[in-house]
């Protein structure tokens, strides 16, 4: 993970209008540059004109050290002129982005030339990181040459994977001339799989460096791109004919030969001479017979002016689509509580548009088994187009289903992101489910943190010519979370199988509770990935799991075992007698009983025999119950602590432990308050919630004090107070204090071991001072690690003064907080040892925060003294009244806990003494101090 540069207010010379700086001429586009290059790289600019840069000197917007993730909103102005030349790489007008910048509404004008070696962009050098880059209404019409590669009218290259990128309505005139490896678009789009180029036309000439006929980009992988127009036919580009500018032609076809749209061009005087974005110019209209689609009808004449003129068919919609020109009809799906709802096969194919081209996010749930017979299908969620929503399958069948042999990601759903959840569906035996690699019942492949499989089962057979083929889950890059599903399926693919899922992504990714009868597969028995530990599993050959028999399977044991040993809150199902197997699903009395003498855990007591059936038979000893845990099998009394208005008040360690067990067992969504200090001398505690089911509740510490914390787990991942939270989780009010040690493996951290999810999550009036240790990366203070690109974690009023220690990638605050976390009224005074002091993520946007060894511009260096003499303090408190308090009357530092100390002042004077070092408030040293308050020697001093 790469360390983000941080955000914050400064002060230059730039007005800002809703916080964008405003540019009007050369000067004032220098000085933006410079702002963001010093730092504040989340800056926002808006030209108020036309730029003229002759004569001017120009670096880039952004370097590697500050990447630009602002957005650039041109207003449709032209910058021309700009002549740059350098022996460096990573140039262009925007020489270094990152994923949220956003860039728009801007021309490069055609007496512009950029020229350098390698990574040179007419617009922008390179883009390196995550998340998106856009670029939006950008033309560019002058040279760009390289000596190098990734030389590119566009973007020179994408970096590392990088962001994903997403180009709208854009265009160059420009030429290109390049060492190798070069493309009008970008010399190379990375490896994540998302790119977006709709709407794009192109009349400049590669000169050199092509790279074979690769005009337009280099690496195809996962890019969806419309209405592309070219010189030539490369790479799928329509051909722009002699005329199609000047004459409208051009203008109506970016519009997908509809009228309306973006692209507009003024056909008569003042005439435009090409297609523009430019929106007081006017719409071109077709004139003559149209079909549906807007072509011209065979025969027909047809013209382009700024007046409609045309005769066009109406659409003819059958089985959700045009028969004309494949329209997808918005309709033909209807909603219930935001879910599309799917009855038929057709509307199943409807909805697999509706996510691989429209919206990923869509909700889909079946009312109906669904029967394929003789549909072409194209699974759920394609490159660029991933699945991200919630489809409830509802206990219903797929049947007949057949996909294709020759493509990847072959499964119900072909790829998905974080935020997705996949349950209560069946994949029948009568399909058939055929690929090459990523081949699956359910889900092909997963490319995003977070996703959920649940309640799932998958009865055909896989059949993949490469490598990942599984029942549920092919190949998942990230953090997924698979739960109460099974195959009954053979698994046939090259190499690197299993029974559920053939590769789970992230050592935080979770399986339990799931079966597999699949033997022989060329692989693992259940999964692949040997850090991930399963959860309460089984499988046939006993390879990963426990192992099971058809027996079991048929009598109603490997269904009770599922169920964690007990017939109460059951996910599994299963009429004993009739159903050969269990299935994760609802049948009426179709719940299984273990029938005998069973322990409280549900075990069966030494010596007794025990049957199976759908009534209950059993004699099952009482919980003992000492603290509200039994004493056996650790189950929660959800009695113990009777909630009020919905919070549990906590008064002992004891009480935090049972909170725990609620959560990891019960309902990871539960509140709860401190009502006194928690002293945990004597107590095994291993931390709240896990990563099947990661913490989403509020706890209030209400500024109590934990002390004698030692959560010893050098062995395991996501390790503190709270091992795991999630989006909705609300952490606030309580110290952690220097008696208190936590040790993992990696992702660990006082308060918070690891954070997944999709969504936000607040933190706020949290303080440590114990001593976070970590045997490989990310320890931090209060967070260990963020691996969620798409959760955003707000940090306010907190703090580190502990020590804190990785392998690698420790930080103050967080050894990663992810991307675009926001610190307010923060500071770390703690030592790190091997990482960044302060903390580390992906653009941290701070305010008022402060650290005595990082030396970014929006966070200068603090002297250490300045946190024991109130300097801090009082920065602190002036922002948040009522929060802070000083441990101390003297050296004390900042803290959240009331000890009614709140100034640090101890003397006065009237002269400033001779030999005495003296410090603004702002911890500057001041050379000749007149009137006003300074600190000296630990103490703050009034000079008159």
Known sequence: MAIGWLSGTQAFALDKVDGAYQIANADQLVEFATIVNNGENDANGVLTADIDMTGVSWTPIGHTDSRYVGTFDGQYHTINNLKYESPEERIGIFGVVNGGCVIKNL????????????????????????????????????????????????????????????ITNCYNMGNVSGGGESAIISGWFGGHGSVEVRGFWNTGVMESGQDGSNSLWRNSTGITAERIF??????????IEEGDLASGKLAFGLNDNQDAGFWRQNLSDPKDLHPVFLPDHLLVYANGELSCDGSAKEGSAVTYSNTEGS??????????????????????????????????????NWFAYMVNNVNGAANGKLTADIDMTGKAFTPIGQDAHDFMGHFDGIGHRILNLVTNADRNNQALFGQAVGGAVIENIIIDASCVIQGTAFTAGILGHVWGDGVIVRNCGNEANIYGSAQNAAGIVGCSEKEVHISDCYNLGEINGSHENAGICAWMGSNNSTIKNCYST???INGAGLWRKDEVSGENVYQIEGIQGEYFTVEMMQSG?????????????????????????PIPLFIDGGVVYANGALDCAGNPKAGAEVSYSNTDGATRDDHKY????????GTPDTEYIKAEDGVYALASASDVVWFAAMVNKVDAGINAKLTNNIDFLGVDFKGIATAAAPYSGTF??????????IIDMPDDANVGFFREITAGAHIMNMTIDVTCVVTGKNFAASFIGHVSGNGTALLEQLGNEGMVTTIDQNAGGIVGCNTSGELKLTL??????????SGWEAGGLSGWLGNDAITTNCYNMGVVTNGESYARGNNIQITNCFDPVTDWPALPVTPMENFTNDVVYNLLAEAAPGIWFLSAETNGHPVLYDTGIVSGISQMAVQPEKGNVYYDLQGRKVSHPSKGIYITNGHKVVIK
């Not at 390289?146 to 590119?152: A, D, M, Q």
């Not at 659409?315 to 959700?320: D, K, R, Y």
């Not at 075992?561 to 159903?579: A, I, P, R």
């Not at 000492?626 to 099998?633: A, F, P, R, S, Y």
């Open 557 to 581: 044991e490997l269904a009770y075992l599922l169920n964690g040993k007990q017939s109460e809150n059951v996910s599994w199902y299963q009429l004993v007698g009739t159903d050969n197997h």
């Open 311 to 348: 005769v066009r068919d109406e659409h003819h919609f059958t089985a959700g689509f045009c028969t004309g020109c494949g329209l997808m009809q918005d309709d033909f799906c209807q909603m219930e509580d935001g879910f599309y709802v799917i009855d038929d096969g057709d509307k199943l």
């Open 626 to 633: 000492e603290n509200g845990l039994c004493t056996v099998c």
């Open 700 to 709: 209030d510490g209400q500024k109590h004090i934990i002390s004698n914390l």
């Open 518 to 520: 699949a033997t022989g």
């Open 230 to 239: 070219h010189l030539y036919a490369d790479q799928g580009a329509s051909v």
């Open 107 to 166: 021309i490069s004008g055609p007496d512009n030339e950029i020229r350098g070696t390698s990574k040179v962009g007419g617009i922008i050098g390179c883009s390196d990181g995550s998340g998106w880059v856009t670029l939006e209404n950008v033309g560019q019409e002058g040279y760009v040459y390289g000596t190098g590669n990734n030389v590119c009218a566009i973007i020179g290259v994408v970096m590392n994977g990088g962001p994903a990128t997403r």
């Open 796 to 805: 306010l009023n907190c703090y580190n003064a502990g020590f804190i220690s």
